[in-house]
């Protein structure tokens, strides 16, 4: 009965690769997020989506390129894999539609870029 | 940008002993989230609050919503190891949207 899940736990790559991550929620949320957690812990904003609308576009490189099949499913996708692309993403979800945002989080993927 | 001030950056304790964080804000937010990340997991939302001056519970965990609107305290009574985590305050302002400002976290580490 996971909420928010993703695959996978964890991400070991070479640089120059493409990888993707995959986000999931059984909520019935209409609004899901891609964060970034860097070695400070500090969670910065990458996408979000609302019904599969992109509504938040933070200056993230055009290598990472989300993509929401359907309101339960974020992906994200990330070509020509640098050092610095090393950190954690979260995925969140919530129900927008009310005033207040509550997010609610996945397990998190730990990218390691060699 | 909005900016999110959280203090302290880190807490070292004792067992049983009472412990304060706290946030300030550049702005107006109209929801103050408190959330706590255990080591290689996600941050789990812990205490929601929606209005001025609201105090909640959960269990050992007390927050407010300060009057301003622009700041929110996390009290946790009698710590246990198990508290042991970051505690992130996270705020929602009318004109963000569905964005949520971030605190940098607070650390904590209790000491049995």
């Known amino acids: 009965d996971t909420a928010v899940s993703q695959t996978p736990k964890y991400l070991v790559t070479q640089m120059g690769n493409d990888k993707s991550i995959k986000c999931e929620q059984n909520l019935g949320h209409d609004t899901m997020y891609w964060y970034k957690q860097d070695s400070k812990k500090f969670l910065k904003i990458m996408f979000s989506?609302?019904?599969?609308?992109?509504?938040i576009n933070e200056t993230v490189p055009n290598r990472f390129s989300p993509k929401s099949p359907d309101k339960a499913h974020l992906n994200l996708h990330i070509n020509s894999l640098e050092l610095g692309d090393s950190a954690v993403y979260f995925c969140?979800?919530?129900?927008?539609?009310?005033?207040?945002?509550?997010?609610?989080f996945g397990p998190g993927t730990r990218l390691t870029v060699l | 940008g909005q900016q999110l001030n959280q203090s302290p950056q880190s807490m070292f304790i004792q067992e049983g002993e009472d412990v304060s964080m706290n946030c300030t804000s550049s702005s107006i937010f109209n929801t103050w989230l408190w959330y706590k990340q255990e080591p290689g997991e996600g941050p789990v939302l812990l205490i929601a609050l929606y209005k001025a001056g609201e105090l909640t519970s959960n269990g050992r965990l007390t927050a407010q919503f300060g009057i301003t609107r622009k700041d929110s305290f996390l009290n946790i009574s009698a710590s246990i190891p198990s508290d042991v985590g970051i505690y992130f305050c996270a705020g929602q302002s009318e004109t963000s949207g569905s964005r949520l400002t971030f605190g940098e976290g607070t650390q904590l580490t209790v000491n049995p």
């Open positions: 969140a979800s919530s129900q927008a539609r009310r005033r207040h945002n509550e997010q609610f």
């Open positions: 989506y609302n019904n599969k609308e992109l509504i």
